[in-house]
C-alpha cells in the first residue's frame, strides 16, 4: 500500500449523520493535513496537525493523529450535502535522505444524502 | 487576499507538441509546488520551487520541467506531450515548509 492511504475508499451517508475518514502512512511526519476536493477542481486546505498534537478541531471538522499507529482520522459531524467530496490526506515527511517528501492519499469520496 | 491563480484553465494540446502552464501564489508566498492528478495516479508531486530553486522533484521525466521568478510566479513546461500526460495540473503555495499549502483551481490538460 502506498503512503498516505484512505479508507473507505468511498463513503455514503445520511445527511445529519457523521463521517468518518481514515489514513495510514508508512515514515516519520512533520504534520499530516486533510484537504477537500469538489469534482476535480484544486484542493481546499482543511486542517494542518502537527506531529507532536493528537487532535485539532476547526468547526464540525476533528482530526486526529496517532503517531504511534501511523494513522490519523478526520470525522465531520453533522454533515450536509454541500460536504459531498474527495477527501485527501497528505504527509510531510521534511527531508529524508536528501528527498522531501509529501505524499498525498488515494482520497475517500463522501457522498452525502439530502 | 488573493488565492493562488492559474493559468489557462483549460488546454488541449497534440502530441509531441510543448506546453507551458503558469501559476501565481498567494502574496508572500515563496514556495509554489505542482502536482499532477490523474483518475489512475492520484495526486503526483512533480516539483517545489522555493525562492527561485528548485527544493525537490518527484519522480517524472525530464520533459517535465518548471522555473520560479523573482515574484514567486512559477510556470512548468511539459515537453514533447504525450497521450498520458493528460491530467488536472495543480499549482499550490505556501509559506514555507512545515505550513500548509493552498492550491490553485487546476488547468486541464487534453493531450489528443
Known amino acids: 500500500s502506498q503512503q498516505g492511504e484512505e479508507d473507505p475508499q468511498a463513503l455514503s451517508i445520511q445527511e445529519g449523520e457523521n463521517a468518518t475518514m481514515n489514513c495510514s502512512y508508512k515514515?516519520?511526519?512533520?504534520?499530516l493535513q486533510w484537504y477537500r476536493q469538489n469534482s476535480g477542481r484544486g484542493l481546499v486546505h482543511l486542517i494542518l496537525?502537527?506531529?507532536?498534537?493528537r487532535e485539532k478541531h476547526s468547526g464540525r471538522l476533528r482530526v486526529t493523529l496517532d503517531t504511534s499507529k501511523k494513522s490519523s482520522s478526520l470525522l465531520i459531524t453533522a454533515s450536509r450535502a454541500a460536504d459531498t467530496a474527495s477527501y485527501f490526506c497528505?504527509?510531510?515527511?521534511?527531508?529524508?535522505?536528501?528527498?522531501?517528501?509529501?505524499?498525498f492519499g488515494t482520497g475517500t469520496r463522501l457522498k452525502v444524502l439530502a | 487576499k488573493a488565492g493562488v491563480t492559474q493559468t489557462p484553465r483549460y488546454l488541449i494540446k497534440t502530441r509531441g507538441q510543448q506546453v507551458t502552464l503558469s501559476c501565481s501564489p498567494i502574496?508572500?508566498?515563496?514556495?509554489v509546488s505542482w502536482y499532477q492528478q490523474t483518475p489512475g495516479q492520484g495526486l503526483q508531486f512533480l516539483f517545489e520551487?522555493?525562492?527561485?530553486?528548485?527544493?525537490n522533484k518527484g519522480n517524472f521525466p525530464g520533459r517535465f520541467s518548471g522555473r520560479q521568478f523573482s515574484n514567486s510566479r512559477s510556470e512548468m513546461n511539459v515537453s514533447t506531450l504525450e497521450l498520458g500526460d493528460s491530467a488536472l495540473y495543480l499549482c499550490?503555495?505556501?509559506?514555507?515548509?512545515?505550513?500548509?499549502?493552498?492550491f490553485g483551481p487546476g488547468t486541464r490538460l487534453t493531450v489528443t
Open positions: 499550490a503555495s505556501r509559506y514555507g515548509q512545515g505550513y500548509e499549502q493552498y
Open positions: 515514515t516519520s511526519i512533520n504534520n
Open positions: 496537525i502537527r506531529s507532536n498534537e
Open positions: 497528505a504527509t510531510d515527511g521534511g527531508f529524508t535522505s536528501g528527498t522531501y517528501k509529501y505524499i
Open positions: 502574496s508572500g508566498h515563496r514556495s
Open positions: 520551487y522555493f525562492s527561485e530553486t528548485q527544493r
